[in-house]
Structure formats: C-alpha cells, structure tokens
C-alpha cells in the first residue's frame, strides 16, 4: 500500500514537471539533440512510465522499515537541502565535499575514509564537470566577494 502511496504522488509532481518541460522550457536555439529542451522531456516520460509501473505493479513483500531507517531517510533529505541551498553561496567544491563527507559517516565510514572521499567527490567532481565535461559550476559567491575585495 505504501508504494501505491508514494508512487501516486511522485506520479502528481512528475506530471506536474512534465507539463512544465513541455510548456515552459524553451531555449533560442537548439544546439545539441540532448539540450535544454529534449532532456527534461525525455526525463519527465522514462519517469512517468517507471512510477506508473510502480503503481500498478508494487512489490508484494512488506518493507518493515524500522523508525531509526525513517529517521536516517530524514536526515539525508535534510542534507540534500543543505546542499542545494549552500551550492551558490559555498560553490560546487566546498558544498559537495560538505555533503559527501557528511553523507559518508552518516552511512557509517570512519572519518579518515569519509575525509578522503569528500576531497575525491568535491575536487574530482569538479575537474571531471567543469575541466573535461566544460560545464559551468559554481565558484561560490563568498569566494567571489572576497577575491573581489583584495582587488
């Protein structure tokens, strides 16, 4: 019962995107068939069709998830806000390696390991998106204003 829940409403907020990627998302030009447009029209129906599959079809065992399991699913979600919220402000590298290294001892790795994992995360993520993939990430707007006031 809980995953007809769940998937009914993942079902509502990905319909809800789909007609957002349909309607609303509109670039000048069209300069990779991928691109800003095609993705998220792509992504809003290989989703729909896989929640639906959800939906009609859900898994007959009972989860049994334990109280300390919800509570450990709340906490993740808390820190993929944090995330999003300090990604601008701290820039990719910083907010990446906080989330990263925060995730990794929540999910039990001893401090060395979630340090060395973080640094990996934050830094290589960086040098694969931005280096190689020439993607836009974010320097960090507390870095920029104070580089800028050195000048």
């Known amino acids: 019962m809980a995953d007809r829940i769940f998937s009914g409403v993942l079902f509502l907020v990905t319909l809800a995107y789909a007609v957002i990627a349909f ?9 990779d068939p991928l691109g800003p447009e095609t993705w998220p029209q792509l992504l809003s129906v290989v989703a729909l069709l ?8 859900p898994d ?3 989860a049994g998830v334990p109280r300390m399991m919800w509570v450990r699913l709340g906490y993740m979600v808390l820190l993929m806000l944090a995330y999003a919220e300090l990604y601008e402000r701290l820039g990719f590298v910083v907010s990446t390696m ?3 290294g925060t995730a990794s001892r929540m999910l039990g790795a001893k401090l060395v390991n979630a340090a060395i994992f973080a640094g990996v995360a934050g830094i290589g993520g960086y ?3 931005s280096v190689i993939l020439d993607m836009n990430l974010p320097f960090g707007e ?6 800028s006031s050195g000048e």
């Not at 309607?23 to 300069?31: C, D, H, L, V």
């Not at 896989?50 to 079809?57: K, L, N, P, T």
């Open 23 to 31: 309607t609303s998302i509109k670039a000048p030009f069209q300069y």
């Open 50 to 57: 896989c929640i639906a599959h959800v939906f009609w079809r």
């Open 60 to 62: 007959v065992h009972d």
């Open 98 to 100: 906080l989330y990263a």
């Open 127 to 129: 040098l694969l998106c």
């Open 142 to 147: 507390w870095f920029e204003v104070l580089l």
